[in-house]
C-alpha cells in the first residue's frame, strides 16, 4: 500500500513540476510572442478600450479612424470611405481580427514601438495619445478613377510610380464596406462575415494582389525580354515567316493568330500585331526553356513579391518541359523538349502561366524604369501625434531585370503598340505612353476571355510616371472584348488622374 501511495505521490509530483514548466514557459518565454499575435483576444481588448492611429492617403483623405463611444469598448473603428480602401487598409476587429494596413502596421497603429513609447515617456503631459497615423501612398483621385472606369464589372487595376514603387491605386472588384465587419455589435458583424463568406463572388478577396490569372499577350513583354537578354533577338533581327499560325514540335495542335490573321517580322513588328505565332515560335524553338524560365523568375514570377501587405499570392511561370529530345545541333535544327509544345504555348501567357495584376503592372514598371523594379509599397511613412514622420519607407530596388539598352527597345515598342498598334485608346495627348493588350482565352464553352492591358505614362523625355496594369474578368467572346477594347479604356482613366498633380490634402473628417 505504501508503495502505491509513493508511486501516486510522486506521480502528483511530475505532473505537477510538468505544469509549472509549462507555466513558466509561457509567462517567461513565449509572452511577448503570444502578447503580440495580432489576434490575440485578450489584447484586442485591451487595444479597443485605447486610442488608435489614423491611416489617412497620400492627399490626405482619411481612410481610418477610431471614434470614442460608450459600450462594451470605449472606441470603434470606422472607415469613412467604404469599400474604397477595403483590400488594402483592411479591418480590425474584435471578432475577427485584422488584415490590410491595419495588421500589417499595427504596433506603429497602437503606438507600441520603440519610437511611441520612448516619446509617451519624454512627453508624458501631451494630451494627445501617442499612437502612429500610417501615411499611405496610394492617392484617392487615382483610386477612385480605378474604381469609376471599371465599375460594376469584376476585375482589378493596379497602378504604380515605376521610379520609386509607390502603389497609386489598389483596386478590386467587387469590394466590401469593412464597417461592417469592424463594428463592435456582434451580430452585425456575425451577419455580415457570413454573407462575404458565402458570397461565390468573393468580395473579400483582394484580386489585385491575391488572385492569379492567365496574362495572355500581356506575358509577350516578358518573352520579348527573354530573347533580347539572351542576345538571340535585337529589335530589328529575327525576322519570322509571316503565317496564320504556329505548330509546334510533337505536335499537330496549331497555335491561331488573332482572328486569323496573318503577322510576323521582328520582335516589333510582331509586339505591334500581338503576334501569337512569332512568341509561341521564339518561346519553344529560338530561346527553350532555360531563357524563358530565367527571365520570368528575374520579372518576379515563381517568387513572392515583396509588397507590405499580408498573403501576397505568387505568380507562376512553370519550370518543368521535359528532357531535350533534339539538341539542335544540325543546322536549322531547334533544341526540341519532352513538352515543347507547352512551352509554346507559355510563351504567349497561356497554359499553365499565371500572374497577379500586381506583378503584371510590375513587368510594365520594369520596362519604364529602365530594366529595374523597385519594391512595391503602400507606407509611404509614419507619423507621431506631433505629425512628425518617425519611419519612411525605406525605397529600394527588388529585381534588376534586364539591361537598360534592352529596357528602351521594349520601353519604344511599346510606344509602338499605343501610337500604331493594338492599344490605341491608351494614347494621352502631350504624353508619352506604352502599352501592351492581352485577351486571354478561358474557354469556349461559352467562349469568355479575361481583357488584359499593362502600360506606362509620363512626360517626354523623363522616366515615366506611372505605370498600369488592367484585367476585366470573363468577357463573353473568344475576340469581341479584347483587352485594347475594353480594358485600355479603363486604364487611360488611371493614367490620366495619377499623371494631374497631387490634390492639396482633404479635411481629415
Partial sequence: MN?????????????????????????????????????????????????????????????AH??????????????????????????????????????????????????FQLGGITNPFSEEPNVGTVVL??????????????GDRKGSVVAIDPRSGAV???WSNPSYDPNLISTNDDSVAKAARDLLAASPDKPQLARSYQERYFPGSTFKIVTAAAGLESGKVTATTPEFPKARSYQPPLTTRELSNFDGSTCGGNVVDALRVSCNSVFAQMAAELLGPDP?????????????????????????????????LRDGANPGDAKVYENTPALAISGIGQGDVSATPLQMALVAAAVANGGTTMTPHVMAEIRDRDAKAVEKFDTSV???????????????????????????????????????????????????????????????????SVAVAVIVEGQPGASEQTGGKVAAPIARSVLEAALRPISSPQPGR
Avoid at 509513493?6 to 509549472?20: D, I, N, W
Avoid at 471578432?95 to 499595427?106: A, C
Avoid at 484617392?140 to 472606369?149: I, L, M, P, R, W
Fill in 3 to 63: 508503495r502505491r501511495l509513493r508511486g501516486l505521490a510522486l506521480f502528483l509530483v511530475a505532473c505537477y513540476g510538468a505544469l509549472f514548466i509549462r507555466l513558466n514557459v509561457l509567462q517567461v518565454f513565449d509572452a511577448d510572442d503570444l502578447n503580440t499575435q495580432p489576434d490575440n483576444k485578450r489584447r484586442i481588448e485591451r487595444d479597443f478600450n485605447r486610442p488608435r492611429g489614423d491611416i489617412v492617403t497620400a492627399d490626405g483623405r482619411l481612410v
Fill in 66 to 115: 477610431s471614434d470614442e463611444e460608450r459600450g462594451q469598448f470605449h472606441y470603434q473603428r470606422t472607415y469613412p470611405t467604404g469599400d474604397l480602401f477595403a483590400h488594402v487598409v483592411g479591418t480590425y476587429s474584435f471578432n475577427y481580427g485584422s488584415s490590410g494596413v491595419e495588421r500589417r502596421y499595427h504596433d506603429q497603429l497602437s503606438g507600441r514601438t520603440a519610437d
Fill in 137 to 150: 501612398t496610394l492617392r484617392s483621385d487615382v483610386q477612385e478613377a480605378a474604381k469609376q472606369a471599371l
Fill in 168 to 170: 497609386l491605386a489598389l
Fill in 292 to 324: 524563358m524560365i530565367k527571365e520570368a523568375e528575374d520579372f518576379g514570377f515563381n517568387q513572392t513579391v515583396p509588397i507590405d501587405l499580408p498573403q501576397p499570392a505568387k505568380s507562376v511561370f512553370p519550370t518543368d518541359f521535359g528532357k531535350p
Fill in 398 to 464: 527588388w529585381r534588376e531585370v534586364m539591361t537598360s539598352a534592352n529596357a528602351e527597345v521594349l520601353r519604344s515598342a511599346m510606344v509602338d503598340v499605343v501610337a500604331n498598334g493594338t492599344a490605341s485608346r491608351l494614347g494621352i495627348e502631350g504624353r508619352v505612353v506604352g502599352g501592351k493588350t492581352g485577351t486571354a482565352q478561358l474557354g469556349t464553352t461559352p467562349p469568355r476571355s479575361h481583357a488584359w492591358i499593362i502600360g506606362f505614362a509620363g512626360d517626354p523625355g523623363a522616366v515615366p
